[in-house]
Nanobody, 117 residues
Framework: VQLVESGGGLVQPGGSLRLSCVAS????????MSWYRQAPGKERELVARISSAGGNTNYADSVKGRFTISRDNAKNTVSLQMNSLKPEDTAVYYC???????????WGQGTQVTVSS
């Protein structure tokens, strides 16, 4: 099983980034996919979640209206479009898959997002 995130980087406040996570080694279309983030000295928190077929999404209050999660089951990819970025969005962003009979969880290695002028 592999989850490989990409798209992180340094961006100015108000800017945008698009994160991607490519999955392999499991039946992607049967798994709920999520993006989490962890800032220095803070606990990891849920940012956004999307159901297996993509019909249902959930967002943390802090990112509602600014971030959009989407998935392409044909390409085994989940994305996070981040607009109007703020310094408090600075964190390592992780992709997570959850599903299957045993509700297995898989994590990516994370990608750094830094919002600073």
């Amino acid at each position: 099983v592999q989850l490989v995130e990409s798209g992180g980087g340094l961006v100015q406040p108000g800017g945008s980034l698009r994160l991607s996570c490519v999955a392999s080694g499991f039946t992607f279309s049967r798994y709920t996919m999520s993006w989490y983030r962890q800032a220095p000295g803070k606990e990891r928190e849920l940012v956004a979640r999307i159901s297996s077929a993509g019909g249902n999404t959930n967002y943390a209050d802090s990112v509602k209206g600014r971030f959009t999660i989407s998935r392409d089951n044909a390409k085994n990819t989940v994305s996070l479009q981040m607009n109007s970025l703020k310094p408090e969005d600075t964190a390592v962003y992780y992709c997570k898959a959850k599903g299957g009979i045993r509700q297995a969880e898989y994590w990516g290695q994370g990608t750094q997002v830094t919002v600073s002028s």
